[in-house]
């Protein structure tokens, strides 16, 4: 009974739990804007100060924004008890984390994507530079949101576990920042947008094992 | 030797932090038999069943099992968000089943909450939803931990004709209890 209807239940089931928790799938997003727009209250409105670091901003807060509601992914099943009966389904655990991590990007993560190119511009980033930067900050997110994924399932059992996940994911993060910046800086151009496709499918390989893996140790 | 038998444990040995909750200890089902498992507080009841579960790994000796399972623990399964009906239909599509949860949450009782949120559900209503689980799909065995407890006399008795059903059935039950059980036990397993 190898279908894939367990998988697409689990992924249904993660996009209803985010709905239903009210405004909560949209918190990243109003992390997101409101991070990127303090920059130019803290750096001054310069244009071309502002221009040069702007890309390298949207970075920062789409990482650090795509952690936001990361806390909840897991410790919500492992309390209710939805873990233990994934766990012990036929379907690979591995699989139904990625479904639940990719309908939480989904909601949470595509959006802040589609957002970039408003705060860029307030950032003073030339607009021709913004809508194919959205590749890369797609890519990029969705390595945010794996590795992010990870350190959800590694503190489902620990209470207030928030702060550990920022400690256990930003490290995860330094690839895809280094090529997702070089991209953008380069216009795309290069293979800097190889790497950090690269690096994405790297985390798309990796990131649903190692949490599967973890989900196990906390179901235990 | 598991030719006939739904589950055959051998050698089963647990250690939590520094205490041997049991060793060298054999577990064995057979089709239409009721299994209770009984022991004070702390006597390894739920490990032995989350080890038979699958759900944890025992410290020593197999586990072989003929056929699938169900499993039932302290916690429901129920997500806060989710209605009697929408569980029952969410487990219905990912295990393939064609029962129709509307009919099995009836059954068991459940026709007036059916839309009511997880969270506003009482223990007992979301007991009654998990077990609702134990129908859609037809899985040879059951373990269930305390499967008794928020439920009423009435969903004791449905419980009771559940588990009678099921053993009638084929199939085979593992239930650790507290107390009497409502139902004739086949065999005791006191740890």
Known sequence: MNSPSPIRAAFRQAIGEAWAGGAGALLPIGFFAGAAMLVPFTIGSEASQLAAIGTGVLWVALALASLVSMERLFQADLEDGTLELWAQDETPLFLIASAKILAHWLISGLPLVVLTPVIGITLQVPAGQLVPAMLAYGLGGLAFFLWGGVAGALAASVPRGGLLIALLALPLFIPTAIFGALSVQTGLEGPNILFLSASTLFALAVAPIGASAALRLAVD | ?191
């Open chain 2, 1 to 191: 030797m598991s030719s006939n038998a739904l589950i055959t444990a051998t050698g089963l040995g647990a250690i939590r932090g520094e205490r041997v909750l049991f060793s060298a200890l054999d577990v064995s089902l057979g089709f239409n038999e009721k299994l209770v498992l009984r022991g004070p507080n702390g006597s390894g009841k739920s490990t032995l069943l989350r080890i038979l579960a699958g759900l944890t790994r025992p410290d020593a000796g197999t586990v072989e099992t003929a056929g699938t399972h169900h499993w039932l623990g302290h916690r429901n399964g129920i997500k806060s968000h989710e209605t009697p009906r929408q569980h029952l239909s969410h487990w219905a599509r990912a295990w393939g089943s064609d029962a129709d949860p509307e009919a099995i949450a009836s059954q068991m009782g459940l026709a007036r909450p059916m839309d009511v949120a997880g969270r506003l559900l009482s223990a007992g209503q979301k007991r009654r939803t998990a077990l609702g689980r134990l129908l859609l799909v037809d899985r040879p065995i059951w373990l269930l931990d305390e499967p008794f407890t928020a439920l009423d006399s009435d969903g004791r008795a449905m419980l009771t004709r559940m588990i009678d059903d099921h053993c009638q059935s084929g199939g085979g039950v593992i239930a650790a209890l507290h107390g009497d059980a409502p139902f004739e036990a086949s065999r005791e397993l006191t740890l």
